[in-house]
């Protein structure tokens, strides 16, 4: 099933119609990023518009009805001379648009800084890189949200788990200039939960992320008010990857940079 609905994906389905049909979207992208069909099918990326239906063409003349019809007509000269093309004459081509998040006011937060800090601290992870983060964090230009995927009962099997998250994150890469995440797959047995913590570059969810990778639809969103102290605890959790979180053990942690 998932090989035949590939060539639907790849070259018919547009992402406007199968949003009418989401288990089907959620169990076909759930099955060809699991490693055997990722190995026999490669990255797959979906339609995005329908290829047109070739028209009916009456049948081409023949040579001799051609030489035929040249040899009735009368022949004209114009005595203008042929233009001849000339080099660079095309027209150039448009600029391509800027993201509106480039148009943003700019920001006291440099996210490669927030990055390079959270990949670089080794020890006192609290007191080097949490602390950096506030001290960095910008709440006029950046926002935080805590995910949830909503179909936790269905996380029965560990390493299908772990490749749907992955999954996500590959899809994800279209936002690294703009965003920071980490996502925690909770349990130690199943089924397992999966919850995450996102820092996007303005103060809602880009747009382009929501329309363009599916899986955003698979998690309910929720905006953190960093005023809420249990809230900003829970930042720190997520972002050190705190064990146990909220009680329990963790299955693995991956992070978005």
Request: glycine content about 4%.
């Amino acid at each position: 099933m998932t090989c035949n609905l590939a060539m639907g994906f790849r070259y018919l389905m547009t992402k406007s119609f199968t949003l009418e049909f989401p288990h089907v979207e959620r169990y076909y992208w759930t099955m060809v990023n699991q490693p055997t069909f990722f190995k026999l099918l490669g990255e797959v990326k979906q339609a995005e518009s329908v290829p047109p239906v070739p028209s009916a063409k009456s049948p081409a003349p023949t040579n001799e009805a051609t030489k035929m019809k040249a040899e009735s007509e009368p022949k004209t000269q114009t005595g203008k001379p042929i233009a001849e093309e000339t080099p660079g004459e095309d027209e150039a081509p448009k600029p391509k648009a800027k993201n509106p998040l480039d148009l943003l006011p700019p920001s006291k937060m440099i996210l490669d800084e927030w990055k390079r800090l959270y990949s670089n601290t080794k020890t006192n992870f609290r007191e080097v890189a949490i602390k950096g983060f506030w001290d960095m964090y910008d709440p006029e230009r950046y926002s935080l949200w805590f995910c949830e995927y909503k179909y936790n009962e269905e996380n029965i099997v560990s390493f299908v788990t772990l490749n749907k998250v992955g999954g996500f994150l590959q899809r994800m890469d279209l936002a690294r200039k703009y965003a920071y995440g980490k996502m925690l797959i909770i349990g130690s047995e199943a089924p397992f939960k999966v919850k995450g913590l996102w820092l996007f570059r303005g103060p809602e969810i880009p747009q382009f992320i929501m329309d363009e990778c599916y899986d955003m639809e698979l998690y309910e969103w929720t905006k953190i008010d960093i005023a809420d102290d249990n809230q900003k605890e829970r930042v720190n959790q997520m972002i050190e990857d705190q064990e146990p979180f909220e009680g329990e053990a963790l299955l693995d942690a991956k992070c978005f940079k």
